[in-house]
DNA sequence: CATGAATGAGAGTTCATTCAT
DNA sequence: AATGAATGAACTCTCATTCAT
């Protein structure tokens, strides 16, 4: 008797998936709901059943497959690790969750849509606070212990952070050669020695 | 006489003018001929009197209103400034550059069309690789004189130019609070002097 | 069950029937998808359903309707006939198929486009070449057998064909007084005596 | 002092020969205005000083250069010649004229309208019925002195001419290979032997 | 649940025609 | 006489959405 919600479920679950795929590839206006249905395997009018528009759709797409919530598997509480091991493994765990190919087709459809909506950023800002709001507690206990200069953690945390975002939507969704050009390892060490060290010989 | 060239440049221009106001607005897909016309005060029929197509006047734009075009106004010869000096100016020209109104529109709409045709980007790449290539050159002299720490200079320059694109992108483009927060004097301040000391208290 | 494909070429007729009659009187040119939709009673969008395009349609019309399809009833063996009855029986046949209405509104769609198009007349050389090759081979026999004067065959059929395709021309496409002065009865019987005694007193 | 109507003259000539070049090269619904102009070396507007329309042009086409026109370079009182050589020198005369480049040009402007607008027709029919009208007087006289067989002459006269029109509209605006296979001469060799002696041999 | 034929609103585009210059 | 910018009506075509089956 469990067996409609289910399949209610499976069915919706792979129509959205269906749009992510097809959205992600022509954009949300450039697509249309024949090109979803058929990706899915299904007729457009079923579409229907499931969501009430298609932008009902898109909507559904943020909502349960929000590309900021996989960023939620950080740490309860700030583990004691040294700067260096700790902004390694944050710019590792990002580059890598970041760079799948799920989460890249969902950043796509994303940033299309906040170009026009910047009120659907808000989903965004939650999700992003997280992982600022992690570090900057770390950044602050190690201000206070005297191990990091001293400095406004938040913006510290958004330069580290935006170092990292802009290469990969350089790398992803621009597709840009320039910054193809090196592997995780590199970026991870080039971006964790410049936020520590600085580019001035000591 | 030698004013009907004059006028047709205008009326292009006009058009341009609201096309950028209208696709930065609603989207270009979501713009319609109508919109735009009405925001340039003719009718749609007008708009094929001076572009081929719909897209041809997005191309249009790009090509005579280009969005990086704006940022060739870099110095000829590599001034023998201080790294600080240097970064601190560089990064305010891109600041001021790129947080007008004029330049976030063209931005909005370059990088909605980006996102589904990255062909298109090779346009941008081009300007980019020339502020790119500006501070990879005095990078380089740095490090040979050894004021600067040995690295690689291109990583290093996209890094610190992405920690100023990320944080216009979430200021202007998505309008998120946390970015808007600060100050461009706070931002230069930070984004410098992380770039060139590094987070570690020496 | 089984209903839906007969629906559905049922619309497809039910359009192309409508199409045949909307273009045999306005032109293609100048006749409207919502003309041919109003003439089928349909909307105009729905045209887009089963064809690709009005150009399509045209197409369609010419491959399932091909005017000159009709033209293939011809006995498959060469029958033993005398010429005269055998002219007779020919020019009858033409002049019923040709004189029909179906066919009137198909020609005229057919000859409006093949002005401008002659790629498209290959269509039609394949059905008109049926009827000339079969008279012309009867001919080829009776030459060998002596009952007919030597000469060029192939010549011989298209200046008797054409005599009839010229008639039909003037009164069915241009309703020349002159032409719709005959019955079949006396245009059959003038050509076929022309055809073969000539009009000098033997 | 009179220029200034020979140069209108001039114009509007100029106008209507590259109507009559693109017209019969596009068919008049999808030549435009600009294809005219611009064959004419002037522009759009221009035309509406000389014509009242599009159409109005069409017409203008028709009136002053009828493709019929061409045709009344037959002699006024029919000469004494035998019917082979009438008939010899006639379908050459009809042949030459009807095959040139610009009376097909018309042929093919005339037929395409006349196929949606059989009132046209009517211009045509004149030029037409003289040369039916010559050749029926002078079968009419050779009839009476018994030199030909007793027949409709009318009909007989159609069913001769309707051989060459038919072939010409093959060859011309069909381009049909069959009928272009042969020469002038062939073809009026042909025609007349066929028409006087008939198919039978005697 | 599922289909896909059908609709209707509206988009991009074309072009004959006008008219200020 | 001549231009060509400008208009507006109409066209082809698309597609989200509905609904009878």
Same mark, same amino acid.
Request: proline content about 4%; cysteine-free; glycine content about 6%.
């Given at each position: 008797?469990?067996?409609?919600? !289910?399949?209610?479920?499976?069915? &919706?679950?792979?129509?959205?998936?269906?749009?992510?795929?097809?959205?992600?590839? !022509?954009?949300?206006?450039?697509?249309?709901?024949?090109?979803?249905?058929?990706? %899915?395997?299904?007729?457009?009018?079923?579409?229907?059943?499931?969501?009430?528009? !298609?932008?009902?759709? $898109?909507?559904?797409?943020?909502?349960?497959?929000?590309? +900021? &919530? +996989?960023?939620?598997?950080?740490?309860?509480?700030?583990?004691?690790?040294?700067?260096?091991?700790?902004?390694?493994?944050?710019?590792? #765990?990002?580059?890598?969750?970041?760079?799948?190919?799920?989460?890249?087709? +969902?950043?796509?459809?994303?940033?299309?849509?906040? +170009?026009?909506?910047?009120?659907?950023?808000?989903?965004?800002? %939650? %999700?992003?606070?997280?992982?600022?709001?992690?570090?900057?507690?770390?950044?602050? @206990? !190690?201000?206070?212990?005297?191990?990091?200069?001293?400095?406004?953690?938040?913006?510290?945390? #958004?330069?580290?952070?935006?170092?990292?975002? %802009?290469?990969?939507?350089?790398?992803?969704l621009m597709q840009d050669p320039l910054? $193809?050009?090196y592997t995780h390892e590199q970026i991870?060490?080039?971006?964790?020695?410049?936020? @520590?060290?600085?580019?001035? #010989?000591?």
């Amino acid at each position: 008797m469990a067996r409609t919600p !289910k399949v209610v479920e499976d069915r &919706r679950e792979q129509i959205i998936d269906a749009a992510v795929r097809v959205f992600s590839e !022509k954009g949300f206006e450039r697509a249309t709901n024949k090109d979803v249905a058929q990706a %899915a395997g299904i007729t457009p009018g079923l579409i229907y059943h499931y969501f009430a528009s !298609k932008e009902d759709l $898109l909507k559904a797409i943020f909502e349960e497959h929000s590309p +900021l &919530r +996989l960023m939620r598997s950080l740490p309860e509480n700030v583990p004691d690790l040294a700067p260096e091991a700790m902004l390694r493994w944050v710019a590792h #765990q990002i580059l890598s969750i970041v760079e799948s190919e799920q989460y890249v087709r +969902l950043a796509r459809i994303f940033l299309a849509e906040v +170009l026009y909506n910047p009120s659907m950023a808000s989903v965004g800002f %939650a %999700a992003m606070g997280e992982v600022v709001g992690f570090l900057e507690h770390y950044l602050t @206990l !190690k201000m206070e212990s005297g191990e990091i200069r001293s400095a406004d953690p938040a913006l510290m945390v #958004q330069l580290f952070g935006g170092s990292l975002m %802009a290469m990969v939507i350089r790398r992803q969704l621009m597709q840009d050669p320039l910054a $193809l050009h090196y592997t995780h390892e590199q970026i991870v060490d080039g971006v964790v020695t410049m936020t @520590l060290r600085g580019w001035l #010989q000591t």
